[in-house]
């Protein structure tokens, strides 16, 4: 260890740049895969500084690609770096920057949604859910369309405690399209307040820490890209089963300009509807009349709280779906229409 009692600090040995890796490997973007890569080292840099100090880390990459992210990674004296990346065509150039980092490198060819991070690092760093965070971070900038179901996947995973939460409250910076991030850190009474803000923020303390122009991406997408950061509350603000809170906050934004009691009515099969949401509104305290984007999460508390204690006294109305009712409804009315028609012939 050196005097200033800081480990030796490693850094990556002069390498092709990643404009250069990528046509010495032939790694022109897929479009249909929505592959956008980040050129620019000071901006993977940034991110990689934004997700908090790497030293001696444990640290999981979701779809590194041509590997800048990955290069700051390493350079930011992390003790291991696990990539998981899904394009064969990637693992060439992932290799090259792992002969340059002996040991610090592992590249697994697979799918980050069905890849077991749990089992990835050592046990010694798994840390109580009080206490700090464990030096384990999952960093990524992937495809928008994989980054969504993602984080949501992830959500749950941080309200069970497993998966990459197995460690503790492991901290994720990843990107997204501008507006999901914007959604993400919604406040009370804002446009953009919706299911993923209350999703996020009732299980993490979420800060959207910049944004990326999408010209800084090759190819450019359509949109700008939002760097999030989630660290894992210690209490959630929510203390029922993630499914549950799902349901309620689904129900509540699903007609998003009306009122709020529109949307909850939607928990209740329709014999019931209105006294059952009358009684929900009323014990949870919440004024029928707010629109969805202005319930506070104490609102969404007790509406959770609330419907788990009338699911309890009712345990037929937690499977109650109202669209799966209005299907069934439809293809009835739709039989009567056919047995009519062959009738007429
Ligand atoms: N992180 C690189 C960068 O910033 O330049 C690449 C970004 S590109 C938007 C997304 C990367 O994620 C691609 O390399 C793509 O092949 C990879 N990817 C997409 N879906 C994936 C999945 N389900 N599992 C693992 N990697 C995936």
Redesign the pocket.
Known sequence: MAASGKLSTFRLPPLPT?REIIKLFRLR??KQ???????DLRL?DKIVRKAGDLTDAHVY??????????RSILNANVAELLV????TR?IPGLQMLSDAAPGKLRIVH????T?KVEKAFPESLKRPWEDDPPNVHII????FS?STP?IIKWLESASHRDGPFAYGRTRMTL?FQKEVAERLVATTGSKQRSRLSIMAQYLCDVKHIFTIPGQA?IPKPEVDVGVVHFTPLTQPKIEQPFKLVEKVVQNAFQFRRKYCHHGLGMLFPEAQRLESTGRLLQLADVDPTLRPCHLSLLHFKSLCDIYRKMCDEDPQLFAYNFREELRQRKSKNQNKDDNRESCRL
């Open positions: 990643i973007a897929v895969l929505s592959q956008n890569f980040l050129l993977t990459e979701v779809g590194p690609g041509p590997g800048g992210i990955t998981v990346e899904k394009d990637f697979g799918d980050v949604l890849f990524g900038n992937l495809p994989v993602l990107t991406f």
